[in-house]
């Protein structure tokens, strides 16, 4: 992968940016430590980025899906002339391959393949990116809706938990999860945050809380572990986290370690929220059980930063989602409204009905 600086402002809300005639993608492995982005030309190498975690996020994996789309297809035009739509099968192949949970990722092509239906003949190419472009624009829009629906929610002043990254670096910008924690802190109704580190990838210590810090948002990292310590310890007035994949049922597949949480908040009476844009909604997936979980290797449990700390010899089970049982969720926000005690009807009724 081609890393490059840019020489632009670098803040959670520009994570994904097209500029030139190229996509670079803000290298989130190496955040915050170092400002580097990952240059995409076509769409094996977006693929790679996701799949290599430099973009991640179920909006921002989409999003940058549908750039990858716009690329293959300039490169296709330039070869095959009117025939690449059958020569960028095999890119959306290719990208539909890059990780199996987030359903964003499937939605986008799903979106990029209708536009590709309906083009006339001749380059595609400014077409499709102007429509990569706006799904992008259009995902910073729906946080901020996300936001105010969902702060509405929170009397506050309190604190809150949130887990793995859903902020900008998550998303177009602003955020699900993390949109409607900044939009509840605006408003005065969230004082703090505390965010689970979120082993094995760190995105809760590496990316949410500098997204928090550079926000002057107060935040509090802790283990994952430490969850349940401190919602018995009071003072929490939510669980506020991102999806994956929401099914028909409304189970929620989100980080691995959200059911943990939310099993703990239902004990300790604290309500538990899940902000998500209608994207993230799979009605082909009837409930949790169906919906594909990823695991990734070992080695990112069995080491950290690099270095291994386990003894030769132990193995590892590394799921990365799991999966929250509808009945543990007091709210699912949109950009349409919150669903309360979500379930199938009450889902159903939401996406307008099927
Ligand atoms: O493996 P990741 O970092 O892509 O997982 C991300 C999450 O689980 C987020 O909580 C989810 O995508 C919702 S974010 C807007």
Redesign the pocket.
């Known amino acids: 992968m081609k890393q490059v600086t840019l020489d632009i402002p670098i803040t959670a809300d520009a994570a994904i940016v097209w500029h030139g005639d190229r996509l670079y993608l803000l290298d ?1 492995r190496l955040l915050p430590a170092r400002e580097v982005f990952v240059e995409c030309s076509d769409a094996p190498s977006t693929a790679e980025a996701i799949r290599a ?1 430099v973009v ?6 989409g999003i940058s899906a549908a750039y990858g789309v716009a690329l293959a297809a300039r490169e296709r035009f330039a070869s095959a002339g009117d025939d690449w739509r059958s020569s960028i099968e095999s890119d959306l192949r290719v990208l539909a391959e890059s ?1 199996p ?2 359903v ?1 990722l499937f939605w986008a092509l799903a979106h990029m393949r209708r536009v590709i239906e309906g083009l006339p003949p001749g380059d595609p190419f400014e077409r499709l990116l102007t429509e990569a472009q706006a799904i992008h624009a259009r995902d910073r829009e729906d946080n901020r809706r996300m936001g105010d629906f969902g702060a509405a929610l929170i009397e506050g002043p309190t604190a809150v938990i949130t ?5 900008g670096l ?2 177009g910008g602003w ?4 949109g409607v924690i900044r939009s509840a802190h605006a408003q005065g109704r969230v004082e703090r945050v505390y965010a689970d580190e ?1 082993r094995p ?1 760190l ?1 809760g210590a590496r990316l949410t809380a500098w997204e928090l810090v550079r926000d002057h948002i107060p935040v509090q990292l802790m283990a994952d572990g430490a969850a349940a310590a401190r919602m018995a310890r009071g003072g929490i007035g939510w669980v506020i ?4 994949r929401i099914a028909a049922n409304g189970d929620v597949a ?2 691995i370690g ?1 059911y943990g949480l939310a099993v703990a908040a239902r004990h300790h009476g604290v309500r538990f929220m899940v ?2 844009p209608t994207s ?1 909604i799979d009605l082909d997936t009837a409930d949790g059980s169906a919906i594909p979980i ?1 695991e990734r290797p070992a080695d990112e449990v069995l080491q950290c930063a690099g270095q291994r700390t386990t003894a030769a010899g132990v193995g590892a089970w590394n799921p ?2 799991d999966v929250t049982p509808a009945a543990l969720i007091d709210a699912i926000v949109t950009e349409r409204g919150v669903i309360e005690r979500p379930d199938a009807a009450r889902i159903a009724a939401h996406m307008g009905g099927r």
């Open positions: 989130q975690m991640r996020g179920a909006p921002a994996i990780r949970t987030a964003n887990h793995c990254n859903t902020g998550a998303t955020g699900t999860a993390l979120t990838w995105q986290v991102g999806s994956d989100n980080k959200t902000a998500a993230t990823e990365v989602f």
